[in-house]
């Protein structure tokens, strides 16, 4: 039982359909959906439509998507819809351009957006109301406006140098010069149109036609390789791909295989699976715990994470359990390590939700842009701002992750998947770019370990070790962040929250679905 003299929130109780996002607006054009006869993948849809106009600076049209699917009495559904590099993108190439480093800003950070080839064939394959029916909320918010919430407006302000380099990004993204504040109504009516062509045409509204044909050339202006024929092939680009499980208490955890980092979250839970993280373990050590985990898997992400056709190891051995234990063995409960791989290999921002409907289809969905406004490269004649997810390439010629034709990079974003017995007990994601596969784990333990509801497990602060020091929200509190420094741990204090998410736990027995939202963003979680 929760304090209700504290502030705060417990999850949203509902027994029939329910979804979770990291906006209200979004939420409540999810839940219409759903009241309306829409099943799970309509109000997924739906709702990140609204998340494109209202959270610009976290996803939009112009980004990836991944998603795992759940049908009713089916097998989990796992859909790749990160996009590839340009035909002519290799290193060779990019060196030849005088290229050292793929910039957060550089055109070719520019993938060939994935989104909405996934969105299309997910609505096409199980989806039930038209897009038509499920973009009027979004088009409605991008043409007539809507209000910037407190938590958008204080991201957005952050921007504001990097969007003003833009000529397309500051006269959408700064009107007046400025950054809008809370409360104030913002559009995007260009972006509205796209929708609409979208809801008419599907993908090929997008990756065919005036639209593609703009883009390019905007990208080309910019110094990009993209051509037409690299558009039009990324129009079906999207990939059903089998899952990948590994166990954590009797329970099976489903993430997306690579090129997503859910390889590292379920490496991390291997690890953590041979130690006792319940209530009776101190504060301290289970965080100590947390950190020398994420430091072993990322360490492994970093390394061999990528493009699916250029993995160096199967993901079977990666979470087999010899690997595991040898991981295990290399953490001092006393003392923070430095990472190290278990065999050397040669080498050297975000929305996130979930729903689940009457029939009890469920959805674990993420859309980004990678970092805040993507590349902040908006098309003037589009009104598409695109991401860089192909910042996460690098120029090493031979390395897993090094950029060339057509290959997908390393991702940060990963939606997870509860199961025991062969029925789904939660979709569940968090946000925070790098920090997802981290926070991944740290939820689960927090329900699987220290027996949480769905809100509180989100609800509970956060660290993340992650370039060679450990970032920690204050409400850790000062005892436990001086007894982790005692350990060795470098750590940095973090100014803003580490990311969101979403989660929604299916209690079978009694037939009540229990969604939590994240109050580190604008969350929110509706039901009936």
């Known amino acids: ?98 290229v050292s480093t793929i910039e957060r800003t550089s055109p070719h950070a520019v993938t060939v957006p994935g989104a909405i080839a996934a969105w299309t064939k997910l609505h096409r394959d199980h989806g039930r109301l038209p897009l038509e029916r499920l973009f009027v909320r979004a088009i409605a918010y991008a043409e007539n406006g809507y209000p910037v919430t407190a938590r958008v407006a204080l991201d957005w302000a952050e921007e504001v140098p990097l969007l003003a380099r833009d000529a397309g990004a500051k006269t959408v993204f700064l009107p007046g010069g400025r950054a809008p504040t809370e409360g104030e109504r913002h559009a995007q009516p260009l972006l509205g149109q796209r929708l609409r062509e979208i809801a008419r045409d599907g993908a090929a509204a997008f990756y065919l036609g ?44 489903y993430e997306c295989p690579p090129n997503g980092q859910g390889l590292a979250a379920l490496m991390m839970l291997n690890v953590l699976a041979g130690f006792d993280l319940s209530e009776k373990l101190p504060l301290a050590e289970r965080v100590h715990l947390h950190a020398e985990a994420t430091k072993l898997a990322y360490h492994h992400r970093d390394a061999l994470i990528a493009d699916p056709a250029h993995l160096p190891y199967p993901v079977e051995q990666l979470l087999s359990d010899e690997v595991a234990h040898a991981l295990r063995g290399r953490i001092d409960m006393g003392q923070a ?46 009104g598409i701002v695109l991401h860089n997810r192909g910042a996460s390439f690098n120029l090493i ?41 981290a926070g991944h784990a740290a939820f689960l333990s927090g329900m699987l370990d220290r027996g949480l509801d769905v809100q509180a497990a989100l609800d509970a602060p956060r660290s993340f070790a992650f370039n060679g020091v450990l970032e920690v929200e204050p409400t850790l509190g000062e005892s436990v962040i001086a007894a982790l420094a005692a350990k060795g ?6 100014t803003s929250p580490l990311g969101g998410g979403q989660a929604i736990w299916i209690d079978h027995a009694r037939g009540v679905l229990h969604a939590g939202s994240d109050q580190r963003k604008d969350g929110c979680a509706l039901g009936f």
């Open 1 to 98: 039982m929760r304090d209700f003299f504290r502030p705060g929130r417990g999850p949203t109780l509902a027994g029939e359909a329910t979804i979770a996002t990291s906006h209200p607006l979004a939420t409540a054009a999810g839940l219409d959906v759903l009241a309306c006869g829409g099943n799970a993948v309509d109000a997924a849809i739906a709702a990140v439509a609204v998340q494109c106009v209202v959270e610009p600076h976290m996803t939009g049209i112009g980004g990836d998507c991944f998603v795992l699917y759940a049908p009713a009495g089916g097998e989990v559904l796992a859909l790749n819809g990160s996009g590839r590099a340009p035909a002519a993108a290799s290193v060779g190439r990019l060196k030849d351009l005088g």
């Open 210 to 253: 005036r639209t593609a044909e703009s883009l390019v050339r905007f990208l080309n202006g910019l110094g990009g390789l993209h051509t037409l024929e690299d558009f039009a092939d990324a129009a079906d680009g999207a990939d059903y791909v089998t899952p990948i499980v590994t166990s954590y208490h009797g329970y099976d955890v």
């Open 337 to 382: 390590g430095a990472p190290a791989l278990w065999h050397e290999p040669e080498h050297r921002d975000t929305v996130y939700l979930c729903a689940v409907d009457r029939d009890g289809n469920a959805i674990s969905f993420i859309n980004s842009i990678f970092h805040a406004f993507g590349s902040t490269r908006l098309d003037p004649k589009t």
């Open 397 to 437: 010629e031979g390395h897993p992750n090094a950029i060339a034709p057509r290959k997908r990079p390393m991702h940060t974003i990963i939606p997870g998947l509860l199961r025991r017995g062969g029925r789904t007990v939660a979709p569940f994601g968090v946000m925070g770019g790098h920090y997802q596969a």
């Open 489 to 494: 741990h470098a750590i940095k204090p973090r």
